[in-house]
T-cell receptor, first 117, second 113 residues
């Protein structure tokens, strides 16, 4: 079974340009998350989709970031316009909701490494 | 706000030298404490989830334990291939946090021959 896949794996763009990251979750996983780690910091939550709906976007840093999940399958995260401080690694993760307090295993992709110069 | 603190930041062991990594947490209502392994340039790889104090889980040379305030990842007779960054994360459950994970900064483990 394929894991969480992300594209591109690496991207170098100039300040002010636009970048779109894509994530394909594990098949059948309704929950999709975006996380980010900037240099020297811990991995931080950005947002959470349940199917095509945004469940929690409390971690999105500002309105230059736009996440979509049309049809409840793959998701994109667009940064427009990119700034230097956006450099870091963007992780996508997915899980299968079971509706219990015991929660679910959250599986991560390999990450998209973004460098803004 | 949830907080996760991992120690030590870095650990160097000789092959076969057992040790433990610590994860201290503050959370309103724990709905899972997760351990992940991360290799350079890769994404976090799931190891364990612990849900309640007293729970223990094992996988090969790794054993994770949980109390009400902290979790330990015990590494028994480590090998060089166990070298990685080990990440701890908590999922909070009482204030509508959903499935959001709060991560620590990790412990970078190096096992030498």
């Amino acid at each position: 079974e394929a894991g969480v896949t992300q594209f591109p794996s690496h991207s170098v763009i100039e300040k002010g340009q636009t970048v779109t990251l894509r994530c394909d979750p594990i098949s059948g996983h309704d929950n999709l998350y975006w996380y980010r780690r900037v240099m020297g910091k811990e991995i931080k939550f950005l947002l959470h989709f349940v199917k095509e709906s945004k469940q929690d976007e409390s971690g999105m840093p500002n309105n230059r970031f736009l996440a979509e999940r049309t049809g409840g399958t793959y998701s994109t995260l667009k940064v427009q316009p990119a700034e230097l401080e956006d450099s870091g690694v963007y992780f996508c993760a997915s899980s299968q909701e079971r509706g219990t307090l015991s929660g679910n295993t959250i599986y991560f992709g390999e990450g998209s490494w973004l460098t803004v110069v | 706000e949830d907080q996760v603190t991992q120690s030590p930041e870095a650990l160097r062991l000789q092959e076969g030298e057992s040790s433990s990594l610590n994860c201290s947490y503050t959370v309103s209502g724990l709905r899972g404490l997760f351990w992940y392994r991360q290799d350079p340039g890769k994404g976090p790889e799931f190891l364990f989830t612990l849900y309640s104090a007293g729970e223990e889980k094992e996988k090969e040379r790794l054993k994770a334990t949980l109390t009400k305030k902290e979790s330990f990842l015990h590494i028994t007779a480590p090998k060089p291939e166990d070298s990685a960054t080990y990440l701890c994360a908590v999922r909070e459950g009482l204030t509508g946090g959903g499935n959001k994970l709060t991560f620590g900064t990790g412990t970078q483990l190096k096992v030498e021959l």
